[in-house]
Each structure stands twice: as structure tokens, then as C-alpha cells.
């Protein structure tokens, strides 16, 4: 494994990782963690601090634990996601060390359901899904962007349920939302 990233920044977003597996005809939904969106610094070794927005994969145990919230400071240390793990979508993972260093300076005002805290992990793999249009999500200026119910599921298709290596991976945004949201925009197929 490769040497751990520091990195420090404000939490902008806060969303679920959901992983849809698909076998003869049945769909089963998994939520293994969270991804942060930060804005703020990441050191590779004695190299000069980066700054930038970057993703980080947190476990639901430490997403509950810390009780992470947006606008947080955070500082720790994580392992870049290697090529090759397409059911992480962020740009580290394997946190060995985490720190809050404060809170939420002020509140972030009110934009439900955007600023919504995200769903329990048992919430997220059961909550209705719908197809995102691709703008919505990954967008800079994406009306979902930074939305707690939004999503890029990681979908596989199963040949052999007990090799998930051989299955077929692809990627969805998708809304796990309430169904009247103001901002939500269909896939285009």
C-alpha cells in the first residue's frame, strides 16, 4: 500500500456510498460508508501542502461516531484509492487518522432537502431510488453537487455471485431524496 496523504479542509458536502448489486434479476443495496468533500490542503511526504477540493471514504461507524457535520475542520491522514476499486468513488480511503479540530463556525443555512443531514446507512439501503441527470451531480455548478441525497451508485452485474472481481461495474447518479424535490432532474436515456 502506498504511503498515507495528510490532508486539512472544511467539509462542503457529505454523501453516502451506495453499492447496487445485480443477480439474476434481484437488486441488493449496501451503504459501506461516506463520502467528504473537502476543501482545503493535501501533503504527499515533505512536498509542499496542495490546496484543493478532494474526496475522502469514511466508514458509517466513524461517519456516526464523530458525528461529522458541514462546515467541520478535519484533519488526518488516508491511502489514495487505487485504479482498479470501482466501488469507491473518492479520491482517498483507509483513514488512520482523523481529527476534528472544530466545528461548524456558524450554521449552514437552511436549502432542504440539500442541506439535510445524510441517511443512516440502514436508510440508504433502503430508500427509493431514482436516476440523476449526470449535470446534477457532477457538475461544478450541479444542483445536487454537494447534496446529502445524492449519489453515485456503483452498480455490479453479477455472473457469479461469489467472484465480484468478473462482474460488470458502471456508475449512476442517482437521488435518494424525497420525491418532490425542487432541484431534481431525471436521467436522460
Keep these: 500500500m502506498s504511503a498515507p496523504i495528510r490532508f486539512w479542509g472544511r467539509v462542503v458536502s457529505l454523501r453516502p456510498r451506495l453499492v447496487l448489486t445485480k443477480f439474476e434479476g434481484t437488486t441488493e443495496a449496501s451503504c459501506p460508508g461516506y463520502i467528504l468533500t473537502l476543501e482545503g490542503t493535501l501533503t504527499e511526504g515533505m512536498a509542499v501542502p496542495v490546496g484543493k477540493s478532494f474526496t475522502v471514504a469514511i466508514g458509517p461507524a466513524t461517519m456516526q461516531n464523530r458525528e461529522i457535520a ?9 491511502h489514495p484509492v487505487p485504479e482498479g476499486l470501482p466501488d469507491t468513488p473518492a479520491e482517498l ?6 481529527r476534528q479540530i ?5 450554521p ?9 443531514p445524510p441517511l443512516s ?8 431510488r431514482r436516476a440523476l441527470a449526470i449535470k446534477c451531480l457532477l457538475s461544478e455548478r450541479g444542483s445536487c453537487r454537494d447534496c446529502s441525497h445524492a449519489v453515485l451508485a456503483c452498480v455490479v452485474r453479477l455472473t457469479d455471485p461469489r467472484n465480484y472481481r468478473t462482474g460488470r461495474w458502471t456508475q449512476v447518479p442517482a437521488c435518494i431524496g424525497p420525491e418532490d424535490c425542487p432541484h431534481f432532474l431525471p436521467r436522460e436515456d
Excluded: H
Design 108 to 116: 449552514v443555512p437552511p436549502d432542504p432537502p440539500r442541506t439535510d
Design 102 to 106: 472544530a466545528r461548524a463556525d456558524a
Design 70 to 78: 458541514l462546515g467541520d475542520l478535519l484533519r488526518g491522514d488516508a
Design 93 to 98: 480511503y483507509k483513514v488512520g487518522v482523523l
Design 121 to 128: 446507512a440502514d436508510a440508504v439501503e433502503k430508500a427509493p
